[in-house]
């Protein structure tokens, strides 16, 4: 399967930790990248590589993953971190699909 | 300071064709894949097609493969998408994006434009 699975919506209580999960036959090939898109603005990269934070991105934010499911953890979830979240394979080789984006999840921070 | 600047959509009628542009700034267009995202209204994020910077090949979504095309004016360092026979199932913003790579055969959008909307209707 060529799909990425997400759960559509997350809630979490302020300061709190929570995970988002992405399962997908692509993640176990390639490393998932994760993108936050709040309402009104264009995505923007948390996590790229499993594991590798933008520098402007708070270290709240990691990525893990094993076997078919990728995972984004926000370690004391902040209010400003309510967002959609979205998954996303995004591979350079000769794939028949070489750009998979997960359904996104709708985290609310409460 | 990179930017992305996309232009060209608006409200056109079923079976039209439309023409994005998005003009980069701050790097050179010639040196990195791009591509084209779109999201309809209150849905999510869905892949539409590629540029590659080595050897000029693209590739595209099923959904719209053999009425889309992708190209690029390096010299102008813009990057454009031609949409022909449009339908309904087309509305949506579409984001230029840049692609960055990682290790042997990885990619991840590192630069995303603010979008620009396309509404397919009669």
């Known amino acids: 399967s060529s ?11 302020l300061g709190q930790t929570v995970r988002i999960t992405c399962q997908g036959d692509n993640l176990r090939n390639y490393n998932a990248n994760w993108y936050q898109q709040k309402p009104g603005q264009a995505p923007v990269v948390v996590i790229y590589g499993k594991n590798n934070r933008p520098s402007e991105i708070p270290d709240r934010f990691s990525g893990s993953s094993s076997g078919n499911t990728a995972s984004l953890t926000i370690t004391g979830a902040q209010a400003e971190d309510e967002a959609d979240y979205y998954c996303n394979c995004n591979s350079r080789d000769t794939s ?7 359904g996104g999840t709708k985290l609310t921070v409460l | 300071e990179v ?12 079976g039209e ?3 994005l542009s998005c003009v980069v700034s701050g790097f ?34 099923d959904s719209v493969k053999g009425r889309f095309t992708i190209s690029r004016d390096n010299a ?17 913003v579409y984001y230029c994006v840049r692609d ?7 990619g991840y959008f590192d630069n995303w434009g603010q979008g620009t909307l396309v509404t397919v209707s009669s």
């Open chain 1, 3 to 13: 799909e990425l699975t997400q759960d559509p919506a997350v809630s979490v209580a």
């Open chain 1, 96 to 102: 028949v699909n070489p750009v998979i984006f997960g």
């Open chain 2, 3 to 14: 930017q992305l600047v996309e232009s060209g959509g608006g409200l056109v009628q079923p």
């Open chain 2, 17 to 19: 064709s439309l023409r």
């Open chain 2, 28 to 61: 050179n267009l010639s040196s990195y894949w791009m591509h084209w995202v779109r999201q309809a209204s209150g849905k999510g994020l869905v892949w539409v097609s590629r540029f590659n910077n080595d050897g000029g090949s693209s590739r595209y979504a």
């Open chain 2, 76 to 92: 102008k360092n813009t990057l454009f998408l031609q949409m022909r026979s449009l339908t309904a199932e087309d509305t949506a």
């Open chain 2, 100 to 106: 960055r790579p990682y290790g042997a055969n990885s």
